[in-house]
Nanobody, 116 residues
Framework: QAQLVESGGGLVQPGGSLRLSCAAS????????MGWHRQVRGKQREWVAS???????LYIDSVKGRFTISRDNANNTVYLQMNSLKPEDTAVYYC??????????WGQGTQVTVSS
């Protein structure tokens, strides 16, 4: 599996912004599909957004127009820019890496709390 390390979480007021980063190890990043997921304690993990190796992006409906996923293949990093944050976006956010040669890899998660 690839090693993934997330950063950028924190406490933000409603309407604010955060940018999450996920750095990946190894040489397969550029050919992998990268994703962001989130989990609220006691609930199932929820897919949020993905970006394919070709740059195609997909989003869950609840974040469309507010979140943007992007990737930097030169630095093996995927980002999640989160704007207009709402209290219901509060969760632990995880990044994932999918590649045909590996089982899905997960990061350790980063907490995002949206509260006044």
């Amino acid at each position: 599996q690839a090693q993934l390390v997330e950063s950028g979480g924190g406490l933000v007021q409603p309407g604010g912004s955060l940018r999450l980063s996920c750095a990946a190890s190894g040489s397969i990043f550029s050919s992998a599909t990268m994703g962001w997921h989130r989990q609220v304690r006691g609930k199932q993990r929820e897919w949020v957004a993905s970006v394919t190796s070709r740059g195609r992006t997909l989003y869950i409906d609840s974040v469309k127009g507010r979140f943007t996923i992007s990737r930097d293949n030169a630095n093996n990093t995927v980002y999640l820019q989160m704007n207009s944050l709402k209290p219901e976006d509060t969760a632990v956010y995880y990044c994932s890496l999918d590649h045909p040669t590996l089982s899905r890899s997960w990061g350790q998660g980063t907490q995002v709390t949206v509260s006044s």
